[in-house]
């Protein structure tokens, strides 16, 4: 193991000192179009990109590197240079990732715990590194109530509203997911319209689509394409909130994994890198997984005092979003939010009750930040945090179930200041269900 550790190192200190180039840029293009079009897929008349296995995550963890580095030595490149150093760097960093992950196997084997610890470990950390966690369809469904509720905040600190947040961060959906192959079929479009020309004479296409050409070209061709600023309108403070400078960012991780492409990269605190004087968001995941807790992070980091407020608007929209998706599956539902329940001196509280014909569903919410520590060096952390979600949800929706059995044919519930909400006629349910 140690042998492996020792061949880890010095591969990440290799891939440190050749990315210290005057166009890093570029060399973030170059990675993210050759890791995005590798592995075409063709499904009926649609090409899909698909990743290999594991995912290596190797512009997450590109970013991350140059995030962590002053570039101080800085060298000139050509753009034949660019395209080597491309190659270079995935082949390595994917060299990289398998010897990690090997380590983590064998650091399983020889764990000084119980075999059953061992592969939650193992299973755990391997969970840790998947990336893309909604449908690409839900995007603006899940982050749009989440971040409108903060619009004061955003106004006050940013001199940009919600909305506008909201507006940039699906321009910068759209032009990650879709912005290369959008350019690349307006270019197509212009050339079949020169070459239906005589002899291709591009003096009689309008000027209007002539500059949607050199527009087109920039989008598909150019690091224009990743242009934070260009694409969404954000005012430069928040932007600059969520980005790295080179030698700005640290790992998260200390000691022996520093730097491993397995721990968590600092790309999850800041998904943009400044470089040049220009804001860039190369990776898709990155914008997507992680924009709304590095938006809250941002946030508190400039504002500590707005955590309680955060945490309270937090808990009412993801409640309120839980309600909507209930009535929009159950037409005719009754539901009821932010119940309380029991005596003032045992007094308990639920998310929300939903009555459906004779079915009654005791819900829970839980809006937490989970860890951003790697299960590999803080199993603890994460087997606490999961404790928080699940154990306590379990044991709020038992608690709540419970009372509704005692209760008999009337249900009382109560306010948070333990006023009377609603009394309600139960004689009729015959099953309740818990959600958490």
Same mark, same amino acid.
């Given at each position: ?71 101080? +030595? ?11 150093? =491309? ?8 060299? *990289? ?34 990336? #893309? ?9 899940? +982050? ?31 032009? /990650? ?17 020169? #070459? ?23 989008? &598909? ?45 600092? +790309? ?8 040049? #004087? ?8 990155? /914008? ?16 500590? #005092? ?27 539902? +009754? ?16 998310? *929300? ?5 004779? &079915?009654? *569903? ?48 009337? *249900? ?10 609603? =009394? ?13």
């Amino acid at each position: 193991m140690e042998c492996l550790a020792k061949e880890i190192r010095e591969c990440i200190e290799s891939i440190r000192n050749y990315i210290q180039i005057d166009q890093q840029e570029i060399l973030l293009m170059a990675v993210t179009d050759i890791s995005n079009f590798s592995n075409p897929s063709p499904e009926g008349d649609i090409l899909f990109y698909k990743q290999g296995g594991l995912p290596s995550r190797p512009v997450e963890y590109l970013q991350s590197l140059i995030a962590s580095t002053n570039n101080t +030595i800085c060298l000139h490149v050509t753009d034949e240079d660019i395209e080597r150093l =491309a190659h270079q760097y995935l082949h390595d960093q994917e060299m *990289l990732f398998e010897k990690a992950t090997q380590y983590l196997m064998f650091r399983s084997l020889v764990i000084e715990d119980d075999s059953e610890t061992s592969c939650l470990v193992f299973e755990a950390q391997m969970m840790h590194m998947v990336r #893309g966690n909604r449908y690409r369809f839900l995007q603006l469904d899940y +982050i749009q109530p989440l971040v409108l509720v903060h619009d004061s905040e955003f106004q006050k600190l940013f001199g940009v509203s919600a909305n506008a947040v909201i507006d940039g961060y699906e321009r910068l959906e759209k032009a /990650l997911s879709n912005g290369r192959l959008e350019g690349l079929a307006a270019l197509r479009e212009l050339f079949e319209k020169a #070459g239906s020309a005589d002899e291709a004479d591009f003096s009689i296409i309008p000027e209007k689509d002539l500059r949607a050409a050199e527009e087109a070209f920039l989008e &598909a061709c150019s690091v224009h394409h990743f242009n934070v600023g260009r694409i969404t309108n954000w005012p430069k403070t928040f932007m600059d909130a969520l980005s790295f400078a080179p030698g700005e960012a640290s790992f998260f991780e200390e000691g022996e994994m520093r730097y491993w492409p397995i721990v968590t990269l600092p +790309i999850v605190d800041r998904p943009f890198i400044t470089l040049n #004087g220009k804001t860039y968001c190369f990776d898709y995941y990155s /914008l997507t997984d992680n924009f709304y807790r590095a938006v809250q992070k941002a946030i508190l980091r400039l504002d500590p #005092g707005y955590s309680e407020q955060w945490q309270q608007r937090q808990k009412e929209a993801s409640e309120s979003m839980v309600e909507s998706v209930f009535k929009e599956m159950l037409p005719g539902c +009754i539901s009821y939010a932010d119940n309380y329940y029991g005596s003032k001196k045992h007094r308990n509280e639920n998310d *929300l009750l939903v009555i459906y014909r004779d &079915a009654l *569903l005791v819900v829970e919410v839980k809006a937490g930040r989970f860890t951003d520590a790697p299960p590999v060096s803080d199993f603890d952390s994460h087997i606490k945090r999961y404790k928080e979600l699940i154990q306590k949800s379990n044991s709020q929706c038992a608690h709540m179930r419970d009372y509704i059995r005692d209760s008999g044919a009337e *249900l009382l519930l109560y306010d948070q200041g333990m006023l009377p909400k609603a =009394a309600l006629n139960i004689s009729n349910i015959n099953r309740i269900s818990a959600f958490r």
